[in-house]
């Protein structure tokens, strides 16, 4: 049986079969691995020669550990944004990690701002990072998805990195997910757990009362029932950069906590986050923007922020509701540094 070799000239593929390949990954089980259909492995044989080395028995497919790992670096280079041809001339050539260990050097990708193509997530027009989180997330490959969100973070900063590459990946997520029969959970709670990392790695420790301008630290709480926190974490290391003082009290904050805690703190704002209509409750955010403290005379109150679409329909009057992280960071931060004018009588 013949093949087409990297040159792309017809050669000779021995049959027999060798301890690796009697133990190797079949073809269906190395698809589930990297995410991608048994077909489409197959075309990636005839058209970029990128297949196992040998078959046994001249016909069953196995894949041995080199085979894979050139795969896996062919997955992450197209993942990058290099076109598939590329992608498998670069696995080929550059040395991957067999299992002598080594690693794939990733060539510089073409620079295309936006992308349409999405793999199996339908993601629309979205900036190219999404387009390779998404196949990495899908494929459950952890350390491209580290990676990937590291560098979106080190390249655009945290607020555009968050609004326009973890948001639209999420989101896809989450539709395909909601569309395809609870299939996909396992891929949204790899991604959310690496966005909350990757998150955290650039939140700066909290910055003491004392040391910061202005009247008070920002609350950041999601209301009762709500376990959505990864945008109350961006959020939070927005503001820690710009050497805010925060209080993050995260998912699911009962009220009489709530209340205690701002009754304590004295913050300028308070955050309250519902990712669910379900959640939302117009009348805690108006018992909380109701809070009081200081002497007779010259009480203050915290601004209450509404975050989260599940206060969408919610009047809310007289509540903060951005809607982009920047917009977020640059009310609180105007707000955080200039004395707030007394509660009207």
Same mark, same amino acid.
């Given at each position: 049986?013949?093949?087409?070799?990297?040159? @792309?000239?017809?050669?000779?593929? /021995?049959?027999?079969?060798?301890?690796?390949?009697?133990?190797?990954?079949?073809?269906? #089980?190395?698809?589930?691995?990297?995410?991608?259909?048994?077909?489409?492995?197959?075309?990636?044989?005839? &058209?970029?020669? +990128?297949?196992?080395?040998?078959?046994?028995?001249?016909?069953?497919?196995?894949?041995?550990?080199?085979?894979?790992?050139?795969?896996?670096?062919?997955?992450?280079?197209?993942?990058?944004?290099?076109?598939?041809?590329?992608?498998?001339?670069?696995?080929?050539?550059?040395?991957?990690?067999?299992?002598?260990?080594?690693?794939?050097?990733?060539?510089?990708?073409?620079?295309?701002? &936006?992308?349409?193509?999405?793999?199996?997530? /339908?993601?629309?027009?979205?900036?190219?990072?999404?387009? @390779?989180? #998404?196949?990495?997330?899908?494929?459950?490959?952890? $350390?491209?998805?580290?990676?990937?969100?590291?560098?979106?973070?080190?390249?655009?900063?945290?607020?555009?990195?968050?609004?326009?590459?973890?948001?639209?990946?999420?989101?896809?997520?989450?539709?395909?997910?909601?569309?395809?029969?609870?299939?996909? +959970?396992?891929?949204?709670?790899?991604?959310?757990?690496?966005?909350?990392?990757?998150?955290?790695?650039?939140?700066?420790?909290?910055?003491?009362?004392?040391?910061?301008?202005?009247? @008070?630290?920002?609350?950041?709480?999601?209301?009762?029932?709500? !376990?959505?926190?990864?945008?109350?974490?961006?959020?939070?290391?927005?503001?820690?950069?710009?050497?805010?003082?925060?209080?993050?009290?995260?998912?699911?904050?009962?009220?009489?906590?709530?209340?205690?805690?701002?009754?304590?703190?004295?913050?300028?704002?308070?955050?309250?986050?519902? !990712?669910?209509?379900?959640?939302?409750?117009? /009348?805690?955010?108006?018992?909380?923007?109701?809070? !009081?403290?200081?002497?007779?005379?010259?009480?203050? &109150? $915290?601004?209450?922020?509404?975050?989260?679409?599940?206060?969408?329909?919610?009047?809310?009057?007289?509540?903060? &509701? $951005?809607?982009?992280?920047?917009?977020?960071?640059?009310?609180?931060?105007?707000?955080?540094?200039?004395?707030?004018?007394? /509660?009207?009588?």
């Amino acid at each position: 049986m013949s093949a087409i070799t990297a040159d @792309g000239e017809p050669g000779a593929r /021995p049959t027999a079969a060798s301890p690796d390949t009697a133990t190797g990954l079949t073809t269906g #089980a190395l698809a589930r691995r990297l995410g991608v259909s048994p077909t489409t492995l197959r075309s990636w044989d005839r &058209r970029y020669g +990128i297949g196992p080395a040998v078959r046994a028995d001249g016909r069953h497919r196995r894949w041995t550990p080199g085979d894979v790992a050139v795969l896996e670096a062919m997955c992450r280079l197209t993942s990058a944004g290099l076109p598939p041809a590329e992608a498998a001339r670069a696995a080929k050539e550059s040395g991957f990690p067999g299992p002598g260990g080594g690693a794939v050097a990733t060539p510089e990708p073409a620079t295309h701002p &936006r992308s349409r193509a999405a793999g199996t997530l /339908p993601l629309g027009d979205v900036r190219q990072e999404c387009r @390779g989180l #998404a196949r990495a997330a899908v494929r459950l490959d952890a $350390p491209a998805v580290e990676e990937q969100l590291t560098t979106a973070v080190e390249t655009h900063g945290l607020a555009v990195a968050w609004q326009e590459v973890m948001v639209p990946t999420l989101h896809a997520v989450g539709r395909k997910w909601a569309s395809s029969g609870d299939r996909y +959970i396992e891929v949204e709670h790899l991604l959310s757990w690496h966005m909350s990392t990757a998150l955290r790695r650039c939140t700066r420790p909290p910055v003491r009362q004392g040391d910061a301008l202005g009247p @008070g630290p920002v609350v950041l709480a999601c209301v009762p029932g709500e !376990q959505h926190t990864l945008a109350l974490e961006a959020l939070n290391a927005g503001l820690g950069a710009l050497g805010l003082p925060t209080r993050m009290f995260g998912a699911a904050v009962p009220v009489e906590a709530l209340t205690a805690a701002v009754d304590r703190l004295g913050p300028a704002a308070v955050v309250l986050w519902a !990712q669910a209509r379900s959640t939302a409750s117009l /009348p805690l955010a108006r018992h909380i923007a109701g809070a !009081q403290w200081g002497v007779k005379g010259a009480r203050r &109150r $915290p601004v209450v922020m509404l975050g989260g679409p599940g206060w969408l329909g919610h009047p809310g009057h007289g509540m903060l &509701r $951005p809607t982009l992280l920047q917009d977020a960071l640059d009310t609180l931060s105007a707000l955080c540094t200039t004395a707030p004018p007394p /509660p009207p009588a």
